[in-house]
C-alpha cells in the first residue's frame, strides 16, 4: 500500500511521454479486475498519447473502451475456459526499453491501497520472453476470449476465415511438448526421474 500504485502510475507515464515523443509505446496487462479510477485516468491519458494498451481482464472492468480521443487505442478480453484465469501480468514498453512485472495485485483499490501485496520485476531475459509469448497468445485468443465492447457488453469474435487460437489449449501443449523434451534428455542422459517427499 505504500509504493505499488506510485510505481505503476510512473511507469504508465513514462510510457505516455514516449508516445507523445512519437517514439514506440505499448501497454500490455493481465489481471483479474480493474476498478481504480487513478489507474484508468492514467490509461485514458496514455491512450489519448497514443499508447496502444491491451489488456486480459478476467472479471470487473470499470473502463470504458471506444471513447472517441480517450480511449480509443484501448483494448480489453476477457478469457474464460477450462482453466481459472489468475495471472497477474504488467508489461510497459517505451522506446525499446521494457519492464515487465508479475505479482498478486489486480488494479483495484483494495489491492493497491488497502492490502499488502507483492509485485516483482522479471529481469531474466529467457523468463521474459516466456511472458511475452503467453500475453501475446492471450492477446490473440480468438475461440474463449470475449472483446469488451464500448457499450460495455462482451462479445465474441468472429473466426469466419480465420485461424483458431485457444490460449490454454495451446498452453497445455507446449507444457506436454517441454515435459517430453525434458524425460527424452534425462533418458538419454540416463538419469530417472525420482520423487522426493519434503521432509514434515
Not at 2 to 9: G, I, P, S, Y
Not at 128 to 157: C, F, W
Request: net charge positive.
Amino acid at each position: 500500500p505504500l509504493w505499488m500504485k506510485d510505481k505503476f502510475l510512473s511507469q504508465i507515464e513514462k510510457v505516455r511521454k514516449a508516445a507523445l515523443e512519437g517514439k514506440p509505446a505499448f501497454i500490455r496487462a493481465k489481471m483479474n479486475s480493474l476498478s481504480d479510477m487513478d489507474m484508468i485516468e492514467a490509461l485514458y491519458a496514455a491512450s489519448a498519447a497514443g499508447v496502444q494498451i491491451d489488456l486480459v481482464v478476467r472479471g470487473i472492468c470499470c473502463l470504458k473502451v471506444g471513447i472517441k480521443g480517450i480511449s480509443e487505442n484501448i483494448r480489453v478480453k476477457s478469457i474464460v475456459g477450462n482453466f481459472l484465469e489468475h495471472a497477474r501480468i504488467f508489461r510497459f514498453h517505451a522506446d525499446g526499453e521494457e519492464s515487465i512485472y508479475l505479482g498478486s495485485a489486480d488494479w483495484m483499490p483494495r489491492n493497491l491501497e488497502n492490502r499488502v501485496e507483492i509485485v516483482f520485476p522479471v529481469v531474466d531475459p529467457v523468463i521474459q520472453e516466456r511472458i511475452r509469448h503467453y500475453l501475446d497468445t492471450e492477446i490473440a485468443d480468438n475461440v474463449k476470449a470475449s472483446v469488451y465492447m464500448p457499450d460495455g457488453s462482451y462479445k465474441k469474435q468472429n473466426l469466419h476465415g480465420k485461424k483458431k487460437v485457444n490460449s490454454q489449449e495451446q498452453f497445455c501443449e507446449e507444457a506436454e511438448e517441454a515435459a517430453k523434451a525434458v524425460m527424452a534428455a534425462q533418458k538419454k542422459a540416463g538419469k530417472k526421474r525420482v520423487f522426493t517427499p519434503a521432509a514434515g
